[in-house]
């Protein structure tokens, strides 16, 4: 399922036209929350990040946790944008905006969604390090797993 509010993209993206853009002549909201995830150096040696994707199936599966979202908490609109390529440290990897009336439910669905986009969403990472070597692509993790067990129920 496509999501209006969901993107997958090779560019960068701007945080602050996001929120801008899903706030715009709208006075019913009272609470935007945006995350950015950063690609991080690790310790000098990460050159870069390449990120790949399963073109179409990473949309939709973003879009159902974004539409699972808006069925969990009253958003009044969110945003997800998420890049695939080769990133460098500093450059941004993902951004989401979630708006709503009250704060607790733009935090939340905020957390929701990185949550779930780490664990179902399919996207790949190889890391390739300054010395010129690249390393397999990276395992889940068990912590991320364990962060959406707290959405059960």
Do not use: N
Not at 70 to 83: D, I, N, S, T, Y
Not at 86 to 107: D, K, L, M, N
Not at 110 to 130: G, I
């Amino acid at each position: 399922m496509t999501h209006p509010g969901v993107r997958v993209q090779a560019e960068g993206f701007d945080v602050a036209a996001e929120s801008a853009a899903l706030t715009a002549g709208r006075s019913d909201i009272g609470a935007v929350v945006a995350f950015t995830g950063l690609c991080r150096d690790e310790d000098g040696t990460l050159a870069a990040l390449e990120i790949e994707h399963y073109p179409g199936m990473a949309e939709e599966e973003v879009g159902r946790v974004a539409a699972e979202a808006e069925r969990r908490w009253p958003l009044a609109g969110l945003r997800v944008v998420h890049r695939f390529g080769r990133i460098r440290p500093g450059e941004p990897i993902v951004c989401v905006v979630t708006a709503s009336r009250h704060r607790q439910a733009a935090f939340e669905a905020a957390s929701f969604l990185m949550d779930f986009m780490k664990t179902r969403a399919p996207f790949w990472k190889k890391e390739h390090r300054t010395d010129g070597t690249s390393r397999d692509w990276v395992e889940a993790k068990a912590s991320d797993d364990a962060a959406t067990e707290r959405w059960a129920g």
